[in-house]
């Protein structure tokens, strides 16, 4: 048997990262594939597909091309270089774009069409329908558009990251060519622009619905913008730029100023790809390469529509029956609204598991807080809260009534930062203690604690997440709430506020499992013992349940636990570097993933410890980010009933999935399950939505 250590300097054991990512991105697009998904959830999972692969470039992909323009020679465990990966990368994502295009025009375009939901091309609109429109781009599009010509006497114009633009050619009298450029405003419009019907009367409903793009009705008008000229032709391009911008700071004070620079900076980085549809002709296209300097592996050709994120505006749609059943989520008794939370919470500890659960409990937690004479401060961490947050409303609430509210908010949390910046500003002008972050580290712990003053002294309430304070991501996110008043982890989560808003170096917790101290440690120690335990007794089990493995200290120590025989469950929703079922190393290991209606978000670590079982939840992956640049917690859940109805109950359902699972092979494809010959087919979300509510343990 190979040390951890020959495990972890083997590259041949780990998969690429990033292609790993292609593959889970490529299950939400089979999900837009899944004909037993309603019409406009598949196109909401076509949308995710492409906002994923914008996110990508972004960031994975630029930081290749970073290392490749400097020369950087390390490698990932897995041996790639940067060009090798890039070159993996594009191989791969081809044929995906290829499946994507075929799915909205072959699929769910002509049955969008059958559903009353009609996606018109400029030339196939009724003369009415095409008269409105020329209304509609002569008194509003046409007074904010700008076109660019580029020449010899006119540089190139800036295009900035994910915007959407047409390349022109127009023709003088004397049969000259140029070339311009026109910015399609998808930020002073909605993309797809509804059209009448095509009698040219209006519809006061959704249920028959004519679009047409934006950018279709700009084309068929560009003879107002460049009058005296022909207009030859026009074709939309997009330019996706590094959005991956490094912030150096050493003083709070200046991060807030920072990172609003960098903000505007990101529309200003590098070019990482451009997107261009398929009908522009050669001579266009290696005019926008030539003069962005990109290479040709860069552009990619893409069917219509260029950028298809924007297609999730079809989900404001009001047709409920091209959508899921909503369902109303759950909510304890105890917990209700005109119930005393902290009472609640003293009589025991509480689980709560959204979406399958309400978030208002969560919010709920704070705004009684607010209004209760008896406490004293609220402390919490904000990472992702969003726009319109009734959590910050909350604790702005507290700062009205007199309460102490201190609230770390993390700039640096990648495409929120103005949503932080704008909370951040409003916390501080309520007089709350606002701190920015901590130099050198991220914080992605979900933590809030209540002090509170009663009768037995001062006592604390604790809420721990799995997932961001965020009312609307938790009701398509999975995760795990956590309420207790449990004296040991209160002093530790106080240790921690006092680390992340003072000069506190606490490097033992009493419960907790925390980053960047303790918390790697702490799962290889567990990982050991349980090796240790299985060469004893034969019995041991690990399961896992996280949004990523990439850790190489991890994933050797998992291969080195299924080496010793332990049995290795691991259910991994998106990134995986470990390959299961090699022989002699990982054949104890079975890898799942489930993507479905719900984003799986919730972190799951257990351990079997040889009966006397324990069940931790956090935001935690095993990355290295997360165990070694951020703060980090994990939380041990110890009530007994609590704990089995994790183990007993959402664990084998999660485990158990045969409709929205994949299960791994070892080269780091998957296999999607399906229900054996007379098996019941089990899809653990579904299921977990019909029996939501039955993890609280108790009788509420």
């Not at 296209?285 to 994120?309: F, N, Q, T």
């Not at 992956?621 to 609590?642: G, H, K, S, T, W």
């Amino acid at each position: 048997m190979e040390t951890p250590q020959l495990l972890a300097d083997n590259p041949s054991l780990y998969i690429n990262r990033e292609l790993s990512w292609i593959r889970f991105n490529r299950h939400v697009l089979d999900e837009a594939l899944d004909e037993r998904h309603p019409l406009l959830e598949r196109v909401k999972f076509l949308s995710i597909f492409a906002n994923n692969l914008d996110e990508f470039f972004m960031i994975r992909v630029a930081g290749l091309q970073r290392q490749l323009r400097k020369g950087v020679l390390k490698a990932p465990p897995d041996g790639m270089t940067p060009a090798q990966q890039l070159d993996a990368i594009r191989q791969q994502l081809l044929p995906e774009l290829q499946a994507k295009d075929d799915c909205w025009h072959k699929e769910l375009l002509p049955r969008l069409a059958a559903a009353g939901v009609v996606l018109h091309t400029y030339r196939d609109m009724s003369n009415p329908q095409k008269e409105a429109m020329h209304r509609f781009f002569r008194t509003e599009v046409f007074p904010v558009l700008t076109p660019l010509a580029f020449d010899s006497s006119h540089p190139f114009p800036f295009i900035s990251n994910l915007s959407l633009s047409l390349a022109i050619i127009v023709r003088d009298h004397n049969g000259k060519e140029f070339f311009a450029r026109v910015k399609v405003p998808t930020n002073l419009f909605p993309r797809l622009i509804r059209v009448p019907e095509p009698d040219g009367s209006t519809r006061s409903d959704d249920r028959v619905v004519h679009l047409v793009y934006l950018e279709e009705i700009i084309a068929a008008h560009l003879d107002m913008l460049f009058p005296g000229l022909e207009t030859v032709d026009s074709f939309p391009f997009r330019v996706t730029r590094d959005a991956d911008l490094e912030i150096e700071v050493d003083e709070a004070s200046d991060l807030l100023t920072t990172v609003e620079e960098i903000v505007e900076q990101r529309a200003r980085g590098k070019t990482v790809r451009i997107e261009i549809e398929c009908s522009m002709h050669e001579r266009t296209c290696h005019m926008i390469e030539s003069k962005m300097g990109v290479l040709d592996s860069m552009v990619y050709r893409v069917g219509h529509p260029v950028g298809m994120a924007d297609l999730m505006q079809l989900m404001s749609l009001d047709r409920p029956d091209l959508k899921d059943i909503p369902f109303p989520p759950a909510i304890p008794a105890e917990l209700a609204e005109d119930r005393n939370i902290f009472d609640a919470i003293r009589h025991h500890d509480i689980l709560l598991y959204q979406p399958y659960d309400s978030f208002s409990p969560v919010v709920n937690f704070i705004r009684q807080a607010a209004n209760d004479p008896d406490v004293l401060a609220i402390k919490i961490t904000l990472y992702r809260v969003g726009s319109n947050s009734p959590i910050v409303n909350a604790l702005l609430e507290a700062r009205e009534n007199g309460k102490t509210v201190a609230a770390l908010i993390e700039l640096k949390a990648r495409f929120d930062e103005e949503n932080n910046i704008g909370w951040a500003r409003a916390l501080e002008r309520a007089g709350a203690h606002v701190v920015y972050g901590v130099v050198g580290l991220k914080v992605h712990a979900k933590l809030c604690m209540v002090v509170r003053r009663e009768k037995g002294g001062i006592r604390r309430y604790m809420h721990l997440g799995t997932g961001n304070y965020n009312a609307t991501t938790s009701r398509i996110y999975t995760d795990f709430g956590f309420l207790t008043c449990d004296r040991e982890i209160g002093e530790d989560i106080a240790n921690l506020f006092n680390f992340l808003t003072g000069y506190a170096r606490i490097d033992r917790y009493n419960k907790l499992l925390v980053a960047p101290v303790t918390l790697r440690t702490g799962i290889l120690e567990r990982i050991d013992r349980e090796i240790s335990r299985h060469r004893q007794h034969g019995d041991g089990h690990l399961i896992f349940k996280m949004n990523a493995l990439v850790d190489p200290a991890c994933i050797a120590a998992l291969y080195a636990a299924s080496q010793a025989g332990v049995k290795v469950e691991l259910q991994v929703r998106g990134i995986c570097c470990l390959r299961p079922g090699i022989p002699g190393i990982s054949e104890n290991i079975r890898v799942t993933a489930i993507v479905g209606r719900f984003l799986e978000h919730a972190r799951i670590y257990y351990f079997r410890n040889g009966g006397d079982e324990e069940v931790w939840l956090g935001s935690a992956d095993l990355m290295p980010r997360n165990l070694d640049r951020r703060v980090e917690i994990i939380f041990p859940i110890q009530d007994p009933l609590l704990k089995t109805a994790i183990t007993g109950t959402i664990l084998p359902v999660q485990l158990g999935d045969n409709t929205k699972s994949r299960v791994m092979q070892p080269d780091g494809t998957y296999a999607r399950l399906a229900p054996a010959h007379g098996e019941e087919a089990r899809n653990a979300q579904a299921w977990l939505v019909e029996h939501r509510g039955t993890w609280h343990g108790r009788n509420s």
